[in-house]
């Protein structure tokens, strides 16, 4: 079955530091990949999405790759800010296309 | 405009019973989804709607689980005969395009069920 990881549920980092996020999937190819954020008690905010043909995307302090052959995606966020804590989710397209698979999630913290 | 409304956004309901959750998703998006997120995890998929047309329901957990968009827009997920595994919350998204999940989802608030 398709399965999605992300490498750790919490991560701590001071301000002004790049927090890096990594999310691993098995047993299939996904066409697209995107990540968003999601807030406690609200529900998940798209940041951003990326093709299998594209390596690397950027949106202001954003940046995600795709690396299709270790299956693997990163998401940095670079000078991070408090305001930058949050759960960051993962979400591969699923192999019909017709939905998003998330993961479980990365908290981030960042301390001043 | 207005972003992805739900209601309602709290729902208690006693074990067997019956409950109806609703989503108004932004005008004129084509598609809509609905989630189930439990405690600590991420959203699973349940069920994906273009326009009227439900085309994946693959992720609804069972047949207690029923969902509808008979107009193209508003969208209810009924869960019949509630339990107490039931209990999550209840996430709708919208997507403007018709492509299934291949464009940016706008989800709403969410509805925190609790079944007892």
């Known amino acids: 079955s398709q399965k999605i990881e992300q490498n750790s549920e919490a991560l701590n980092i001071q301000e002004g530091k790049t927090a890096t996020l990594t999310c691993n999937y098995t047993n299939y190819s996904p066409a697209y990949l995107q990540w968003y954020r999601q807030d406690p008690g609200r529900g998940p905010v798209f940041l951003l999405l990326i093709r299998e043909n594209e390596k690397e995307k950027r949106k202001e302090r954003l940046k995600v790759t795709f690396d299709t052959t270790l299956k693997q995606s990163l998401f940095h966020i670079t000078a991070s800010q408090p305001a930058d804590s949050a759960t960051y989710l993962c979400a591969p397209l699923n192999q019909a296309g017709t939905a998003l698979i998330f993961g479980k999630g990365t908290t981030l913290s960042v301390s001043s | 405009g207005a972003g992805v409304s739900q209601s309602p956004r709290y729902k208690v309901a006693k074990r067997g019973q019956d409950v109806a959750l609703r989503c108004d998703p932004i005008s004129g998006h084509v598609s809509l989804f609905w989630y189930q997120q439990a405690l600590g995890q991420g959203p699973e998929f349940l069920t994906y709607f273009q326009n009227e047309a439900q085309l994946d329901k693959s992720g609804l957990p069972s047949d207690r689980f029923f969902a509808e968009r008979p107009e193209g827009s508003v969208s209810t997920l009924k869960i019949q005969r509630t339990q107490q595994e039931d209990s999550a919350v209840y996430l709708c998204?919208?997507?403007?395009?018709?492509?299934?999940?291949?464009?940016?989802?706008?989800f709403g608030p969410g509805t925190r069920l609790t079944v007892l």
């Open positions: 998204a919208s997507s403007q395009g018709g492509q299934g999940a291949y464009h940016e989802q706008f």
